[in-house]
């Protein structure tokens, strides 16, 4: 059995610590604020993050960094993206063995546009670790918690890595899969939630299972558009990380991203929604690199464009659905067509 340090007491990092400790590790859970240790230790429950879920007694919880590092074999960071050069800067001194880094982080930074991956190879020396491995699916904590059905993907640049954590993760209500896409893994999961975004909205405005359909199907297809630019595998999209958990993220009221949006929907201001949520919502800094990314490499994200307005311009959510339904008629398959058209004349 494996010694595995969890990084980030949040709902993710809990609910992914009950599932190594399900299958027998040695999990030391680490929460950065020592209150909130204290009342986990208490209570054997993470009330604020995951309520109502008994954590098993093999989780060592802790507020001490180096406590939750000492000897390990594999380290997760289920911290937010936000949080993850900070959370690098701090552990690289307490880095004494070099495990592999699992991340579950689904975000891109808006600053920079680096993916998760990038951020940690940026923050951490490359003797440090022994390889990058994310992990990513439709799996919503509260779900995970109770151990009901769930599958999710893992990828690393080195496949052997990528099988020893499919390994310690995998049982029978949580089945992972891997994949070499490291780069499309990793979009599908963050990309997604500008879309689940839309979907609140649309749903906070009123509308129906018919709008809700084209956002998913038109965000996945903006979604790949963009991700294969970036140079992720196109099939990748169709995918556990891409339309997997494009559809759990849009149509499941446990989503953050998507009840974000549904207040939005219904006329809440957005410091006010992020206030509220007290948890995080990645969507809104991905929709701000996503749509900055799409002006820069002339990459056509009329959905991504629209949420970005609605989020950081205040526009009107009405208005914003007639613009994309009076958009230039077009073909649906546009980058197929192209595709064609370029055969054609070769
Ligand atoms: N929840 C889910 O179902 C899933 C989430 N994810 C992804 O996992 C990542 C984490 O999300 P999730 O757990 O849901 O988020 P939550 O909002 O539930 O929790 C975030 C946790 O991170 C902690 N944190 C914040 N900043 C820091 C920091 N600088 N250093 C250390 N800890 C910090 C918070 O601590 P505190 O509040 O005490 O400051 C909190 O415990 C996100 O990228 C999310 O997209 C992926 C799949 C499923
Ligand atoms: O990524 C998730 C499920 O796969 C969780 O989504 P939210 O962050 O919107 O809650």
Sequence with gaps: MAKIAVLGAGSWGTALAIVLADNGHDVRLWAHRQDHAETMKETKENEKYLKGVQLPENIFITHKLEDSLEGIDYL??????????????????????????????????????????????????????????????????????????????????????????????????????????????????????????????????????????????????????????????PLTFSGLTGIGDLIVTCTSSHSRNWRAGYKLGKGEPLQKVLDDMGMVVEGVRTTKAAYQLAEEHGIDMPITSGIYHILFDNENPREIVEQLMTRVRRHEMEDLVNILDQKMKD
């Design 76 to 233: 997760l960071l289920a911290v937010p993206t936000k949080a993850v050069r900070d959370v690098c800067q701090t552990m690289k001194k307490n880095l004494t063995t070099k495990v592999p880094i699992i991340h579950a982080a689904k975000g891109i930074e808006p600053e920079t546009f680096k993916r998760v991956s990038e951020i940690i190879e940026e923050e951490l020396p490359e003797e440090l670790y022994r390889s990058i491995v994310v992990l990513s699916g439709p799996s919503h904590a509260e779900e995970v918690g109770l151990r009901q059905p769930t599958t999710v993907t893992v990828s690393s640049r080195t496949l052997e890595v990528a099988e020893e954590v499919q390994e310690i993760f995998i049982n029978k209500q949580f089945r992972v899969y891997t994949s070499p896409d490291l780069v499309g893994v990793e979009l599908g999961g963050s990309l997604k939630n500008i879309i689940a975004l839309g979907a609140g909205i649309s749903d906070g405005l009123g509308y129906g299972d018919n709008a809700k359909a084209a956002l998913i199907t038109r965000g996945l297809a903006e979604v790949a558009r963009l991700g294969t630019s970036m140079g992720a595998n």
